[in-house]
């Protein structure tokens, strides 16, 4: 396995249907129908805020980041109307911004980590966020954060076993039916 940093133009489709894959359970009532939620994505990827994983030319995975300069899965209300139009686009755009988080100085977020199906239990989500955490404290930053939902309770425990302590949580209410989760547990790996 090869992490790298970014990922080329020719595997943007494929880090979007990733993205879907993991995380349409908690946008796809906000970024439906599929097909449209797909190329929104596509559209708004940045990938100087990647690292992926790759197995030749395979990309097993992708963890995703955000810093004060930006973040794999940008965008705004101008990206979301040509797919939406103008009244889906703004309600769609008032809907993420409750799932929007701000950083503190210092401080790397994680954006996500998504790996293809068939490379899961090989080891690339650990091998991604101890990327991360590389990448985090090359950059001088004192900490990583992420917010792991309560259905997802192996992520929790990966991010447990790297480091990563429960430092608090966000409640999805009275919003929770449409992300899909009730809460959030904020976690966050001191660096220094």
């Known amino acids: 396995m090869q992490i790298v940093h970014g990922f080329q133009p020719s595997q943007r489709t494929h880090v979007a249907h990733l993205f879907w894959g993991a995380f349409s359970g908690k946008l796809g009532a906000i970024l439906g ?7 929104f994505i596509e559209s708004v990827l940045q990938p100087q ?15 995703g980041y955000k810093t004060p300069q930006g973040g794999l899965v ?30 503190t100085d210092g401080q790397l977020l994680m954006d996500g980590i998504f790996v293809d199906e068939a490379a899961r239990g090989k080891g690339v989500g ?26 997802n309770p192996r992520a929790q425990a990966l991010y ?8 608090g949580e966000v409640d999805a209410w009275p919003l929770h039916r449409v992300f899909g989760f009730r809460k959030a547990t904020t976690m966050v790996r001191h660096l220094v």
């Open 33 to 39: 129908p599929e097909d449209r939620g797909i190329s």
């Open 49 to 63: 805020f990647a690292i992926c994983a790759l197995e030749g030319s395979q990309l097993l995975g992708v963890a």
């Open 74 to 103: 940008g965008g705004d209300l101008s990206d979301l109307t040509p797919i939406y139009g103008r009244f889906g686009g703004l309600w769609r755009g008032l809907m993420l911004d409750q799932l929007e988080r701000d950083l």
């Open 126 to 151: 650990t091998a991604l966020l101890d990327a991360v955490v590389l990448h985090a404290q090359s950059g001088g930053f004192a900490q990583v954060r992420l917010d792991v939902i309560d259905s």
């Open 160 to 167: 447990a076993r790297q480091g990563f302590e429960a430092c």
